[in-house]
């Protein structure tokens, strides 16, 4: 059974720090390409972050270019998301995804606030 789960995720001030975690099993996670990505109500999911399996390539929004870095523990199965510097606008919940080729798994998310 495949899983993703999230942690990490709370209210912190503005210029404060969190890490999120993401932790999988059920499938090979050293054979798929690793995102995060975040939601707020109304608008469309928006990606974050995301990081290669072959070579550890990453990329990064321009919102968030400089202050958040995702990076893999390939024998923890696990992702995370550093994220430096939040403004308010970083406000939302924050899903894993494991992608490749055809299959796509998602986590249950979790919420992140900024706020004074």
């Known amino acids: 059974q495949v899983q993703l789960v999230e942690s990490g995720g709370g209210l912190v001030q503005p210029g404060g720090s969190l890490r999120l975690s993401c932790a999988a099993s059920?499938?090979?996670?050293?054979?798929?390409?690793m995102r995060w990505y975040r939601q707020v109500p109304g608008k469309e999911r928006e990606l974050v972050a995301q990081?290669?399996?072959?070579?550890?390539?990453?990329n990064y929004a321009d919102s968030v270019k400089g202050r958040f870095t995702i990076s893999r523990d390939n024998a923890k199965n696990t992702v995370y998301l550093q994220m430096n510097n939040l403004r308010p606008e970083d406000t939302a919940v924050y899903y894993c995804?494991?992608?490749?080729?055809?299959?796509?798994?998602w986590g249950q998310g979790t919420q992140v606030t900024v706020s004074s």
């Open positions: 995804n494991a992608h490749r080729l055809q299959s796509d798994y």
């Open positions: 990081i290669g399996y072959i070579f550890g390539n990453t």
């Open positions: 059920g499938f090979t996670f050293s054979n798929y390409n």
